[in-house]
């Protein structure tokens, strides 16, 4: 290839690259960097003692969400889910950096720093599973997945 069609070549690819971006909705760029640092904490999957299905043992189980990001995060309608389908949506909930909400699989009454997702019976495998994070848009945050050998409990 001759040097004028390499440089028409990359002119063209790097045009193309630029239009691309430019092209792309605000939203997208606000919604990764309004999301960067949020991440699933840890996952309580297999509650302790036997899965007795009674409120204290389905809120033995739980996942939590924690933002290690620079800014606050609003979760409204971010979404919690794992392989069979079971998803916790949030509703209004502001993460300040560095805090950190509880959901529990259960009943209870929510508040600032726990949910429950009034479930009656134990949602998570114990031998393994995967939870992920979506934005309200749908995009995946953080994924968190865990093996028969973690005892019941991951930090991810």
Do not use: K
Not at 11 to 34: E, N, W, Y
Not at 57 to 79: D, I, M, P
Request: one cysteine or more; a positive charge.
């Amino acid at each position: 290839m001759s040097r004028t069609a390499r440089t028409l070549t990359a002119t063209a690819l790097i045009t193309g690259a630029m239009l691309t971006a430019a092209a792309m909705p605000a939203s997208a760029h606000q919604d990764d960097r309004r999301h960067r640092g949020l991440e699933i904490g840890q996952v309580q999957y297999d509650a302790p003692g036997p899965d007795r299905r009674n409120n204290r043992s389905l809120n033995s189980e739980f996942f939590t969400v924690v933002n290690n990001g620079r800014h606050a995060v609003q979760l409204r309608n971010y979404t919690v889910s794992d392989r069979d389908g079971n998803t916790y949506t949030f509703d209004r909930l502001r993460l300040r950096r560095g805090q950190e909400v509880t959901v529990h699989t259960g009943h209870g009454q929510d508040h600032r720093w726990h949910r429950y997702q009034d479930s009656n019976r134990h949602l998570y495998d114990n031998n393994r599973g995967r939870l992920t994070l979506r934005t309200d848009g749908g995009n995946r945050v953080d994924q968190c997945r865990w093996g028969r050998g973690d005892g019941g409990h991951t930090d991810c």
